[in-house]
């Protein structure tokens, strides 16, 4: 019998090793740009801090696909996320929190772009939170190295909190980074900026209003000249298959 790897080759998967200078930080390409500095202990750098693997990186499939689709389809799409979570992924206990959710939290009465995003947004949080809790009752909060807080943070998006919320100079700031106080978001600013980060690059219609390519110039041309390069390597695997 053959292999699953022979099984999938014969029908024109790769399944050659990926090269570790392939990979990137599981976060955006935005939120790399942001984090490339020092850093503070607020918002500590992004670049140095550990990839979060597999589940860090379905998210960032989930919200880049949600970001990506259009006001007639995002309900059926944030409908297929609940479906592939509640039927494949591999943590049971896991699938069963977020099917929970989203028959609480009225996943199945989403109807457009905004409400699916915003619903997609709350639950991630909602997820980040549970975590935290559960690394704080074992004694182990921080102990991957990336402390789990609410997204997006006051420092990346200030517009994304009320007013009130933020304080100024004579009012003390009332935001949380750990607890998701509804009356401290500014829902739509959070819509407008998750669209920012997550069309990042993007070429689809929904996002051609919110990636703004006047921004992160220098990490544009990293990403296209490793895009470039990527390719180059492909059609050269390819000549040399055939």
């Known amino acids: ?5 022979e099984t999938l080759r014969a029908v024109g998967f790769d399944t050659s090793p990926i090269a570790d200078s392939s990979w990137r930080w599981c976060v955006p390409p935005s939120a790399a740009a942001a984090g490339s500095g020092s850093g503070s202990a607020d918002e500590p750098s992004l670049a140095a801090a550990p990839a979060g693997g597999y589940t860090c990186g379905l998210w960032l499939l989930f919200h880049t696909t949600i970001a990506n689709t259009d006001r007639l389809l995002a309900p059926d799409v944030l409908r297929m996320i609940r479906e592939w979570v509640g039927l494949f ?9 977020f099917v929970s959710y989203w028959d609480a939290a009225g996943g199945a009465a989403v109807r457009d772009h905004i409400s699916a995003v915003s619903w997609l947004w709350r639950a991630h949080n909602r997820v980040t939170m549970r975590l935290r809790k559960e690394e704080v009752a074992r004694g182990e ?23 009130e919320a933020r304080g100024n100079e004579s009012v003390p700031s009332t935001v949380s980074s750990t607890e998701d106080i509804e009356s401290q978001w500014e829902a739509h600013s959070v819509f407008e900026y998750h669209q920012e980060v997550f069309c990042f690059e993007s ?14 110039t220098e990490l544009r041309k990293e990403f296209r000249k490793s895009r470039k390069e990527q390719k180059k390597e492909e059609a050269k695997g390819g000549a040399n298959k055939a």
């Open 141 to 163: 909060l921080g102990a991957s190295g990336r402390d789990k807080v609410l997204w997006p943070s006051v420092t990346a998006c200030p517009n994304c909190y009320k007013e």
């Open 203 to 216: 070429d689809s219609f929904v996002c051609s209003g919110f990636d703004d390519t006047s921004k992160d």
């Open 1 to 5: 019998e053959r292999s699953y790897a």
């Open 89 to 97: 992924f591999g943590c049971s206990h896991c699938a069963a929190h």
